[in-house]
């Protein structure tokens, strides 16, 4: 009897033990952090935690510090029931900046670092929609969403009372663009305030750019000269344009207003985030050099504030800068770059632009250097993001938190492998490979083809919510994701290639990744497979209904375009199709007819999910509708499923249960042995 008790307490525990496959439900729980940021001496870690709990009530969201030369001694800095966000170091290091909404609007608040309670900076009339803080403290950058033409905040309060008044609710407009994202636009824009410190609450700023009709183009594309009596600034020139160009530039302005010079005048494509070197010699930033192109390669360019020469850092570095920082040497600048399927971290010497790769395994982002370290966060495949640190040379990789260490223990993910092929043109595409979450060699498995958006994109090695690839390894799929000709990290050029290619390279890349992993993992049912996507990922599954109409036993099509002369009529950023399409739509050499899946919807037999928001105004809902009609009137097996309250993306946690379920019982129904 005594035998029996024990070997049944250990079953128990081995069964108490076992780990599972994930869930949607579970996918919803894990803990995300924010606003990453290092103090400047590198000795102190800021960030933002969100505990996502088991329900609403359950959730929270706070900053935490953590000392680097004690990684034991975390502290819990904040216990608001609101979030905190952009978070900022004062330069002396003794306290923190940020935006919360503790005074009935989000305004700037200032948190000490040893003891006391967080102070508000601003209580300004209007909500910050971003700020920044001049290095000696004495003034703070401001955005805030103001009338064009007025002189003060006041005037804007004043038209937005009389927007309310109004009794009728109509909306007239007189040039493009008229909505964006998922918002249709006000009368109202982003705009450059600034502000004295130090002198009582701030009540009031002037903007620097009151007769603009333009937004900035965020804070993060905002810095003070290292005299901070200047600011410098991304934004369009006020033109009819604005729609179908790209082109931002970089302006500097006084601090007390003034004209605004452009420093990129000659650069026609798009110029980005100036950032100053901590010795004031020099001022970078990142530029485009097509015009009207939103993925052409981000040079990293940088200015000698002193001789005013300019150039390109290392010109023959074939990756597209995402975000970078200075070293503290003032002569290594540290960059983040999509890097065949991972995001790896680069170091580039700013007098010979020599290139040296630093990390590259995963999802490196929120960059931080100092002292003699870089700080950033890190994901993968089988990782949700957590923080780390590493040498300046890339030595002595440390993880600093774990904050989904309790969050895993539940969870068996699929392992997954990079792998590679001869695609179009015979050159090697790169995809990943993840198996399922329970893999026994022995048997067969049937295959879920994920195919990316963007089109300029990846699906790399990185952990997300929206296209989680362990979700349907879970489910007991094989999952293949393809990074196609016109994918991200492999070289412009490879990236270039799909723009007036888009049903070419692409379509013959997914075929030839389709037939080497069948042949090359026999484990792989190829017979029971189903595609999907979102986006132009949503595009090509209508493109393969009718040019690879036996390919696959089901398709699932999320926000993709089905009818390209139409989608250029209704969507908002007209550079995109343009650029990459030939002009507008009715250009007689255009694409539009040419890779227009609603041109061959006659061949269309493949059973298809049909997934769109209402709220999608990059793709606009109409389109997922019209190949729905279609589907319908061929007699095809499909379903059309609408989320009113949803844009391109699907961000509701509920929403995202239903999203799952949808497309898994779709799945299901078509894969079945």
């Known amino acids: 009897m005594k035998k029996t008790l024990v070997t049944l307490a250990l079953i128990t525990c081995a069964s108490a033990m076992a780990k599972g496959p994930l869930t949607v439900e579970h996918l919803n729980r894990f803990n995300k952090l924010h606003d990453v940021v290092l103090s400047p001496d590198g000795r102190f870690l800021a960030y933002g935690l969100t505990n996502a709990g088991f329900s609403p009530a359950d959730s929270s969201s706070d900053l935490y510090l953590m000392d680097l030369s004690n990684l034991n001694k975390v502290t819990r800095l904040t216990q608001s029931a609101g979030r905190e966000s952009q978070l900022q170091w004062a330069s002396d290091g003794q306290s923190l900046y940020f935006i919360a909404d503790r005074s009935g609007s989000n305004q700037v608040w200032q948190l000490p670092l040893y003891g006391g309670e967080a102070l508000q900076v601003t209580d300004l009339p209007l909500p910050v929609e971003g700020f920044k803080v001049a290095a000696d403290g004495k003034q703070i950058a401001l955005s805030l969403s103001v009338k064009p033409g007025c002189q003060n905040l006041q005037c804007t309060l004043d038209a937005k009372a009389a927007d309310t008044a109004k009794k009728d609710t109509a909306m007239a407009y007189d040039q493009l663009m008229v909505r964006h994202w998922d918002h249709w636009l006000t009368p109202y824009r982003s705009h450059l305030h600034v502000a004295a410190l130090g002198q009582g609450i701030v009540k009031d700023a002037s903007n620097l750019m009151s007769e603009w009709n333009t937004n900035i183009a965020g804070m993060k594309e905002v810095a003070f000269t290292p005299d901070n009596q200047r600011l410098v600034f991304s934004a369009k020139i006020p033109a009819t344009d604005q729609a179908w160009h790209t082109n931002y530039d970089i302006f ?22 100036p950032s100053f ?17 939103e993925a052409d390669k981000f040079s990293l360019m940088l200015l000698d504030m002193v001789t005013g020469q300019k150039k390109e850092l290392a010109p023959e570095f074939d990756r597209s800068v ?40 995963g999802t490196a982002g929120a960059l931080n250097v100092a002292s003699d370290k870089l700080v950033f966060t890190n994901h993968k495949l089988d ?42 043109n015979d050159e090697t595409v790169y995809g990943y490979l993840v198996k399922p979450w329970n893999f026994d060699a022995k048997k067969k ?29 879970a489910q007991g799929y094989a999952v293949v994701m393809v990074d196609f000709h016109g994918s991200t990290g492999y070289g412009q050029a490879f990236t270039d290639s799909i723009s007036r290619d888009w049903g070419g390279k692409p379509l013959e890349d997914l075929k030839k990744g389709f037939e080497y992993i069948v042949k090359a993992q026999p484990w792989i049912d190829g ?3 189903c595609a999907l996507g979102a986006s132009y990922g949503g595009y090509m599954m209508n493109w393969i209904a009718g040019n690879w109409p036996t390919g696959f036993k089901c398709l699932v099509n999320h926000a993709g375009l089905y009818d390209m002369p139409s989608f250029y009529g209704s969507t908002e950023e007209l550079w995109f199709p343009e650029f990459d399409l030939g002009g507008p739509a009715w250009n007689a050499d255009s694409d539009y007819q040419k890779f227009n899946p609603a041109a061959h919807a006659d061949k269309w037999q493949t059973p298809m999910l049909v997934i769109h928001g209402l709220k999608d105004y990059r793709v606009p809902y109409a389109q997922g509708l019209g190949a729905f009609t279609n589907l319908q009137r061929k007699g095809i097996d499909s379903r059309l499923v609408i989320f009113p309250d949803e844009n391109h993306w699907i961000l509701n946690k509920d929403n995202r249960v239903r999203w799952y379920n949808e497309v898994f019982q779709w799945l299901e129904k078509y894969t079945k042995p």
């Not at 010795?279 to 192109?293: E, N, V």
């Not at 223990?409 to 179009?424: L, T």
Request: a negative charge; zero cysteines.
């Open 527 to 529: 017979n029971r497979a």
């Open 383 to 424: 990782m949700p993001p957590e923080v780390f640190q590493l040498n300046l040379d890339g030595s002595n990789l440390t993880q600093l938190t774990d904050i989904n260490a309790d969050w895993r223990k539940d969870v068996q993910f699929g392992d997954y492998e990079q792998f590679s092929f001869n695609g179009a």
């Open 277 to 293: 070197s901590s010795d004031g010699r020099f001022m970078a930033y990142k530029a485009m050099s097509k015009p009207q192109a």
């Open 252 to 273: 500097m302005v006084p601090v007390t207003g003034g004209e605004k010079q452009n420093l990129t005048a000659a650069n026609p494509a798009w110029d980005a985030q």
């Open 445 to 473: 498995y049937p295959l879920a083809f994920l195919v990316h958006g963007g089109p300029q994109g990846s699906f790399g090695n990185m952990f997300n919510e929206r296209w989680n690839a362990q979700m349907y390894a």
């Open 322 to 361: 995402s975000d970078y920082k200075f070293g503290p040497d003032n002569r290594t600048v540290y960059v983040t770059t999509q890097d065949v399927g991972q995001y790896s971290i680069y170091a580039i010497n700013t007098g010979f632009g020599d290139v040296r790769k630093v990390f590259g395994d």
